[in-house]
């Protein structure tokens, strides 16, 4: 199966700041990769596919980008409401949908 | 709007059943596929399979295959998931999420908490 390694683990970030995310995957996926944001208590939510395409009434700020192997998540300018864990999700493989172990951005 | 209703928290007894429900409206229940996705406390998400509401088809995560079943009835435009021989690490919220056979998940619930406990 292909594995999906996100980091850092743990961000701590101030309002204001520019911050990225990268998820790696352990074999190319071409571009078949997604971002969600979750917050705690909450479903996740879909935020970016297809590596860079924005879902639509997701903010402006967030971003994506890579294809292959690598892939990151960038929110231009972080705001209170992002506070909150990003998973990144490959879906490549027709069998199997794989999650990255998620990214928890905390406040500085 | 747009949305999948799952049905309420449950408590187990290892080596129980569990049969969670999600009920979809806003869109054509058949046209879309049905992803179930777990999450253990203060962990990650895990992807356990899909149903094609449709022709009945489903792709099960290779970790639950003998355990899991997935089901359909267009009827009343509902998804269910069954997980069998229940452990307590099954102990995580569920939840229903609509998708393509190979795809990102777009419309969640709200998850469905279940406990497994003695």
């Known amino acids: 199966d292909i594995q999906m390694t996100q980091s850092p683990s743990t961000l701590s970030a101030s309002v204001g700041d520019r911050v990225t995310i990268t998820c790696r995957a352990s074999?190319?996926?071409?571009?078949?990769l997604a971002w969600y944001q979750q917050k705690p208590g909450k479903a996740p939510k879909l935020l970016i596919h297809?590596?860079?395409s924005l879902e639509s009434g997701v903010p402006s700020r967030f971003s994506g980008s890579g294809s292959g192997t690598e892939f990151t998540l960038t929110i231009s300018s972080l705001q209170p409401d992002d506070f909150a864990t990003y998973y990144c999700?490959?879906?490549?493989?027709?069998?199997?949908?794989?999650f990255g172990g998620g990214t928890k951005v905390e406040i500085k | 709007q747009v949305q999948v209703v799952q049905s309420g928290a449950e408590v187990k007894k290892p080596g129980a059943s569990l049969k969670v429900s999600c009920k979809a409206s806003?869109?054509?229940?058949?046209?879309?596929?049905m992803h179930w996705v777990r999450q253990a406390p203060g962990q990650g998400l895990e992807w356990m399979g899909w149903?094609?509401?449709?022709?009945?088809?489903?792709n099960y995560a290779q970790k639950f295959q003998g355990r899991v079943t997935m089901t359909g009835d267009t009827s009343i435009s509902t998804a269910y998931m069954e997980l069998s021989r229940l452990r307590s690490d099954d102990t995580a919220v569920y939840y229903c999420?609509?998708?393509?056979?190979?795809?990102?998940?777009?419309?969640w619930g709200k998850g469905t908490t279940v406990t497994v406990s003695s």
């Open positions: 806003g869109y054509t229940f058949t046209g879309y596929y």
């Open positions: 999420a609509r998708g393509e056979a190979v795809g990102a998940l777009d419309v």
């Open positions: 074999q190319t996926i071409s571009y078949w």
């Open positions: 999700q490959q879906y490549n493989s027709y069998s199997t949908l794989i």
């Open positions: 149903i094609d509401p449709n022709s009945g088809v489903t």
């Open positions: 297809k590596a860079s």
